[in-house]
C-alpha cells in the first residue's frame, strides 16, 4: 500500500535476542515504501548478522564512524538529518541509560543525539531488570525529552521467566510508525487563528518595550493543527529565527501589540479555533519619540498606556460556534489567577504554566502547562518538548470541536 513512501527510517538495534525479530520488521517497513537505513551496535551482531540486515534493507549495514578498509566516514550529523524516524528495537537498558544521560560512545546513540526527527524506542529485556528502579527512571527521562516510548509486551522471556519485557511483533512495530505518518486530516476544512510570539513597543526608533518570548509554543501549535489538516493563519510577532512556510500555513508578521490586535480582529470571524500564545505586550509609550533619544541628554520620563487586551476583545464576539483559547504565564498564585482569566474573558480553554517550573515558559524548547476548562476540569501535562506539549493541546482542543 506504500503507506510510508517516502520516508526514510532509521533502525537502531542493539544487543538484545529480540535483534532477531528485526529483519521481519524491515521488511514490512520496506514493502510499505520507506527507505530504511540499519544503524546497529557491535553487541546486536551477535543476535542477528549485518548480511541479513543488508540483504532486507537493500543498504549497507552501519556500526561504527568509519570504514577501516577505505575510511568513509559514517557522519552521525547527516544520518540525523535524514532521517524521519528512528526506531530503536530492541533497545537494551544498557544503551538506553546512555539515551537517557547523553553518552554518544558508538555510531547509534551519537547518531540519535543529533537527530532532529521523533525517536521511538522499544526497551526490550528480562523482567527483574525491566521493572529496576532505575530503567524506570530512565524510561520516564526519555519520555521527558520527547522520545516516543514503545512498551513491551507480557510473555515468555528468554530466561524462562514470564512477564512485560517482550518486544512487539515486527507486524505491530512498523503498524505503529505507519500510524504516526497517516495520522487522519480529522481537522480538514476547520480554520485556526493562532498568535505567537512577543510583540514590541517602541520608545524610539530604535529601543523598545517587549518580553523574552520565543515563539516556540505557538510555532508549534500551528504545525500540530497542520498535521491534522487545518488551515492555519499565524500572527506573529518579532522572533528571533525564520519561520518558514508550510501548505495550508498563512504568516502574518506583525511588531506592535495594536498590529497583532487589528490582524486577530479582521481573522477571527473567520475562524473556527482562535489559540492566542502570543505573549501580548500590557503596556506601549504613550509618545514615543521620532528620533533616537540621546544619552547625553536627560532622558525622559516615558508614560505607559494600557494595550487592547485582544484576548477580552474576541471573548466578547465569540459566536456559539467558536473555540477560543487562552494563554496564561504565571509567577504567583497561578491556578487562581488561571481561572480567574478564563472566566473574565469568555474562554472555552486556558493553558497556565509558570515561571517558576525549571523547563518552562520563555526562551525554552520545553514546557509544562496545566489545561483548565470552563467547566471547572483540570489536566495537567507534564515537562516534554513544545512539539509534544501542543500535540496535547491540540488533542483536547479536537474533543471539543466534535462535543
Known amino acids: 500500500m506504500n503507506r510510508l513512501k517516502g520516508k526514510k527510517i532509521i533502525v537502531g538495534i542493539t544487543g538484545g535476542i529480540a535483534a532477531y525479530k528485526i529483519p521481519l520488521l524491515i521488511r514490512y517497513l520496506v514493502k510499505e515504501g520507506a527507505e530504511v537505513q540499519v544503524v546497529m551496535s557491535d553487541f546486536a551482531k551477535a543476535f542477528v548478522t549485518p548480511?541479513?540486515?543488508?540483504?532486507v534493507s537493500g543498504k549497507p549495514v552501519l556500526s561504527s564512524f568509519f570504514d577501516e578498509k577505505n575510511g568513509e566516514w559514517n557522519s552521525h550529523v547527516d544520518l540525523g538529518l535524514w532521517a524521519d524516524a528512528i526506531i530503536v528495537a530492541p533497545l537494551t537498558a544498557n544503551t538506553m541509560a546512555k539515551m537517557a544521560v547523553g553518552i554518544a560512545d558508538n555510531l547509534l546513540t551519537t547518531t540519535i543525539l543529533s537527530a532532529r526527527c521523533p525517536v521511538f524506542y522499544a526497551p526490550t529485556m528480562d523482567?527483574?531488570?525491566?521493572?529496576?528502579?532505575?530503567?524506570?527512571?530512565?524510561?520516564k527521562k526519555l519520555k521527558k525529552l520527547g522520545y516516543i516510548y514503545i512498551p513491551p509486551d507480557e510473555g515468555d522471556l528468554a530466561s524462562g521467566l514470564k512477564g512485560a519485557g517482550r518486544l512487539k511483533e515486527p507486524e505491530e512495530l512498523a503498524n505503529i510508525l505507519i500510524d504516526f505518518f497517516s495520522k487522519k486530516k480529522t481537522l480538514s476544512g476547520k480554520r485556526v487563528l493562532i498568535s505567537a510570539g512577543p510583540t514590541y513597543e517602541p520608545i524610539d526608533p530604535v529601543r523598545f518595550i517587549g518580553n523574552r518570548s520565543s515563539g516556540k509554543m505557538g510555532i508549534a501549535l500551528a504545525h500540530a493543527f497542520i498535521e491534522l489538516g487545518a488551515v492555519v493563519d499565524l500572527v506573529i510577532g518579532p522572533v528571533a529565527f525564520p519561520v518558514k512556510e508550510k501548505d495550508n500555513l498563512n504568516l502574518y508578521f506583525v511588531e506592535t501589540a495594536a498590529q497583532m490586535d487589528l490582524k486577530c480582529s479582521e481573522l477571527f470571524p473567520k475562524s473556527d479555533v482562535a489559540v492566542m500564545a502570543a505573549a501580548v505586550s500590557d503596556f506601549t509609550p504613550k509618545n514615543p519619540a521620532k528620533s533616537k533619544i540621546k544619552k547625553e541628554t536627560s532622558f525622559p520620563q516615558i508614560e505607559l498606556v494600557p494595550t487592547v487586551d485582544i484576548l477580552a476583545k474576541l471573548g466578547k464576539i465569540k459566536k456559539s460556534n467558536q473555540i477560543l483559547i487562552g494563554f496564561a504565564l504565571e509567577t504567583d498564585n497561578e491556578l487562581n489567577n488561571a481561572r480567574h482569566k478564563l472566566k473574565r474573558k469568555n474562554l472555552d480553554m486556558i493553558v497556565m504554566n509558570s515561571l517558576k517550573d525549571?523547563?518552562?515558559?520563555?526562551?525554552?524548547?520545553?514546557?509544562?502547562?496545566?489545561?483548565?476548562f470552563k467547566d471547572n476540569n483540570e489536566i495537567e501535562i507534564p515537562l516534554n518538548s513544545k512539539e509534544m506539549i501542543a500535540q496535547e493541546i491540540v488533542g483536547e482542543i479536537k474533543k471539543m470541536i466534535k462535543s
Open 127 to 139: 523482567l527483574d531488570m525491566f521493572y529496576h528502579a532505575v530503567t524506570q527512571e530512565n524510561i
Open 358 to 372: 525549571f523547563g518552562a515558559g520563555f526562551g525554552v524548547d520545553t514546557n509544562k502547562v496545566t489545561l483548565i
Open 51 to 55: 548480511l541479513t540486515l543488508s540483504t
